[in-house]
């Protein structure tokens, strides 16, 4: 059963991903890509896969500061073998936060495919921002 992410994140709630580890700088995502995640080659979408690293990294930034907001400042990624999945099967990120201080996360993330080969790896610095009350978005849906 996974767990709520605590915030609302559309692009998130879109792409699928569920919060399965979310303790002590450390955190689990899931994500079963679908046909509109994949490129040409039939493999889950380097963009999807760098979405999944940044947002493991920054849930791993917050699990010990649930009640702040983090925004990614830098990201750095590598691909290592392609992320592809069969039916009924998801990729597993993990996320690590390394060093915190005051106002800035220092993190690393990594993808596996469902055989528990390592597919990408990422780090990533973050950092703390107060939420604010939610807004009405300018973008006009008409």
Request: no cysteine; hydrophobic share 30%; aromatic share 0%.
């Given at each position: 059963m996974s767990i709520p992410f605590g915030v609302h994140i559309p692009f998130v709630d879109h792409l699928g991903f569920t919060l399965e580890k979310f303790e002590n700088g450390n955190?689990?995502?899931?994500f079963k890509p679908r046909a509109e995640h994949l490129n040409s080659f039939d493999i889950t979408h380097g963009g999807a896969v760098m979405t999944l690293l940044d947002v493991v990294m920054a849930t791993a930034a917050r699990s010990v500061e649930p009640e702040m907001g983090v925004v990614t400042i830098e990201m750095k990624t590598s691909f290592m073998r392609p992320a592809r999945i069969s039916e009924g099967e998801h990729l597993v990120a993990k996320g690590l936060l390394l060093l915190r201080t005051k106002t800035m996360i220092f993190t690393e993330g990594k993808v596996y495919d469902a055989a528990g080969q390592l597919c990408a790896h990422a780090t990533g610095t973050f950092k703390y921002v107060k939420r604010t009350p939610s807004v009405t978005s300018?973008?006009?849906t008409d």
């Open positions: 955190s689990e995502l899931h300018p973008i006009s």
